[in-house]
């Protein structure tokens, strides 16, 4: 405010620019523009003025000698007439008539009147003989000759009338326009001298703003000097000044930087441009805007999440770069300068949708005015975390209550009035036993599955024979195969090496397999449990020919809680884990699990576990 | 006494709620998914439903929906559930008139509400037979 006022005030534009220009800067200042150009306009007004008189010279001397060939032209018709007249009243005195008419015209030279036929009847001065002059005005003045038919009574001529004049140079302009002329120039140039003062000290503004920017810029200055206001260009001086002021203010809040420092100022350059692009590869769009709700700087990433360059979204108003949802709440916060928030916001069709979280990063309390920042952030992978969270936790649940359910509801019914026969109480404890294993069963896979997935699970390694272990499963299975009349066959290859392994761990792994070869194998079925060696690896199948699984359900068996939907697999109890802890134990072996199957003629499941080198 | 079916794909459930509406003197139909009770409803309406939600094939939710848009609805309708989200099924079910049980249940209280059910209604047996019976149909 201080320098708007000390800039309301007129100030003498004679006094120059401003109390605080610096001498150097003053001299600067009144070369607004540079001296070859004015003596150079100065020259181009001279050289005008002077071909303009040069033209009016040749205008005017051909106009005298045009009138000359005129007035010549007009004198012969007029002695050719008086001589008609002579002829008319006296024939004998035209003669006398002839040389008197002649001798009144001082700058005739000679005439002569021809008889009809061609020959001489009278010439002027009559001592003068031999040739006519030639005809017409010579060039650059001298003789001209003029011909006129001498009329007569009654119709036809009385000859010819033949003068020869000799007129001097016609008259030049004179010394009155040449004066006329130099008086114009002179008034021509004192004009132009006049308005050239003026221009320049209209423009010495423009003059001192450009320069002061040059040195700022260059670092030669600290400061801005303050315009004076002149009559046409007082806006400008205004707003130069307003401009200063806010500089000022910015250096007072310690934003600007204070000294000219060109290595410090090129190193901020460098460090501006690696900022921008660390900002560009950052994991998160940002946007900037300020109180006109413009964007003012934009990263690559709020681009590419926006579906436009960074490039186009700058200078966007707000309301053309985000959603009126997204829009609102965030300019809302940004006016109350309330804390950082963050709205979630789902984006493209069903199949491809993508979350993007915005959030506001709000000006500094300290400076309400100063811009705000919109945060991107594509949370979809944290959407899908959650959703898998959440499907885990459903299953569990599901799981866990269809157990504990029996287990309540046939406690319930033991202790319950009315049910006191031996058969129903018997089939209550059978219910309770069997879901109580099961839910045993069931925590614990639970807790294997999730512990082997997040990398948790205690491993036992040592040297495990798979012999051995295969033979103690394929027994322990034989009781459930003989309920189903399954035949249940082990091959093992002649020579099985030793392996290091978790033996709990696999163990569970070929016990789920077989378990579920026999679960989904019919009555009367076969199920296989091969051993092969091959040069690096062992391969243990379990293969069945029982009811096989769908091509659209083979990707997924190995997936959690995974259970095929067709009413065959459903009729059948299980969780959805057992295949899962499966492929995990495989793979903590550093080996992994492979399934074929066809719908209705069985499934082969295939654990290959590397031998160490040289092992086979 | 009324007609009841029970829809549950648990076979040790759907036994011990049978045990429990039988002993009361309800006559008790059973099916193990919602295709099969949809056949049953058709063939002979009961008075009240209990149903399960997640089964294979067709689950209760869709059943109660094909049933509503038969304008097939029993007069009671009982949902059961393990699903965490039972406060929720609830409330969007509420017009319909269901009570929604959660897993794990009592029985006895089961027993209890559809003994309220079979009150209010005024559902009977027209001619008592039947009653005290399961009738196990399997489709």
New interface residues.
């Given amino acids: 405010m201080e320098r708007a006022d000390r800039v309301s005030q007129p100030q003498s534009d004679a006094q120059g620019p401003a109390p605080a220009a610096s001498p150097a800067t003053a001299r600067r200042w009144g070369r607004v523009f540079p001296e070859p150009l004015g003596v150079g306009m100065a020259a181009v007004l001279l050289a005008g003025l002077i071909g303009a008189g040069a033209v009016a010279q040749r205008t005017l001397t051909q106009q005298g000698r045009l009138a000359q060939q005129t007035e010549g032209q007009a004198v012969t018709r007029v002695f050719a007439a008086a001589l008609g007249h002579l002829v008319e009243h006296d024939d004998a005195a035209a003669a006398t008539g002839f040389q008197q008419l002649c001798g009144y015209e001082p700058r005739l030279r000679a005439a002569e009147w021809l008889r009809p036929d061609g020959s001489v009847r009278c010439r002027w001065p009559e001592a003068a003989g031999g040739a006519a002059p030639a005809a017409g005005p010579a060039p650059g003045g001298g003789q001209a000759q003029f011909s006129a038919p001498v009329p007569k009574a009654g119709g036809g001529a009385a000859g010819t009338l033949r003068l020869t004049f000799h007129f001097g140079q016609p008259p030049l302009p004179g010394a009155a326009l040449l004066r006329d002329c130099a008086v114009v120039g002179l008034v021509a140039l004192l004009g132009f001298l006049a308005l050239y003062r003026l221009l320049r000290r209209h423009l010495r503004p423009l003059d001192a703003i450009q320069r002061n920017l040059h040195s700022y810029a260059s670092g030669l200055e600290r400061e801005f000097v303050a315009l004076s206001l002149s009559d046409s260009l007082g806006h400008i001086a205004q707003c130069w000044n307003h401009m200063i002021d806010q500089v000022q203010r910015l250096r007072e809040q310690g934003v600007a930087s204070p000294a000219p420092d060109p290595a410090g100022d090129a190193l901020r350059r460098f460090e501006s441009r690696m900022l921008l692009s660390l900002l560009d590869r950052l994991p998160l769009g940002l946007l900037r805007f300020g109180a006109d709700q413009r964007v003012t700087y934009a990263n690559a990433v709020a681009g590419r999440l926006l579906g436009r360059s960074a490039q186009e979204l700058v200078g966007l108003p707000l309301s053309e770069v985000l959603d009126e949802d997204v829009r609102a709440p965030l300019v809302g916060a940004y006016s109350r300068a309330t804390a950082a928030m963050s709205i979630d916001r789902k984006r493209g069709p069903e199949e491809q949708q993508t979350t993007l979280r915005f959030g506001l990063i709000p000006a500094p309390p300290s400076c309400p005015d100063c811009e705000a920042l919109v945060t991107i952030e594509d949370v979809s992978h944290l959407q899908e975390a959650d959703r898998a969270r959440d499907n885990f936790?459903?299953h569990v649940?599901?799981e866990l209550?269809?157990p504990?359910?029996?287990?309540?509801?046939?406690a319930?019914?033991l202790t319950?009035p009315?049910?006191d026969d031996e058969q129903?109480r018997r089939?209550c404890y059978n219910?309770i036993i069997s879901?109580t294993r099961r839910l045993s069963r069931l925590v614990e896979d639970i807790l294997n599955v999730s512990q082997l997935e997040v990398g948790t699970a205690r491993i036992e390694v040592g040297e495990v024979d798979l012999v051995r272990l295969l033979r103690q499963i394929v027994q322990d299975h034989l009781g459930a195969a003989d309920e189903k009349q399954i035949d249940l066959t082990l091959k093992l290859a002649p020579k099985v090496p030793k392996i290091q392994g978790d033996k709990q761990r696999l163990s569970v792994l070929i016990t789920n397999l077989v378990g579920n070869a026999l679960k989904y194998t019919p009555n009367g079925g076969r199920v296989a449990v091969t051993l092969e060696v091959h040069e690096r690896s062992l391969e243990i199948a379990v293969a069945d020919n029982g009811i096989g699984i769908a091509p659209e359900d083979q990707p997924h068996v190995f997936e959690k809680f995974y259970r095929a939907?067709?009413?065959e697999?459903?009729?059948i109890k299980g969780t959805g884990l057992g295949l899962a802890i499966a492929r995990e134990v495989a793979r903590l072996h550093g080996g992994d699990i492979r399934l074929e199957s066809t719908p209705g003629q069985g499934s082969k499941f295939t654990v290959e576990l590397p031998l160490p080198a040289g092992g086979g | 006494m009324s007609r009841i079916l029970v829809v549950e794909d648990d076979p040790h459930i759907l036994r011990v709620i049978s045990l429990w509406l039988t002993r009361q003197g309800h006559q008790v139909c059973e099916a193990r998914n919602g295709l099969a009770a949809r056949e049953l409803v058709q063939q002979q309406m009961p008075d009240i439903l209990i149903t399960d939600i997640n089964m294979p094939g067709m689950d209760g939710l869709k059943l109660l929906e094909q049933l509503r848009n038969e304008n097939r609805t029993p007069r009671g309708l009982v949902v059961l559930t393990n699903r965490w989200d039972h406060r929720e099924i609830g409330e969007s079910l509420a017009n319909w008139g269901v009570h929604v049980v959660p897993k794990p249940f009592s029985p006895s209280k089961l027993a209890e509400l559809i003994r309220q059910l079979d009150e209010q209604q005024c559902v009977k047996t027209s001619d008592g037979t039947g009653a005290g019976e399961v009738k196990t149909c399997e489709l």
């Fill in positions: 936790l459903y649940t599901h209550r269809t504990l359910t029996n287990i309540q509801a046939y319930e019914t319950g009315g049910f129903t089939e219910v879901e939907a067709s009413p697999v459903q009729a």
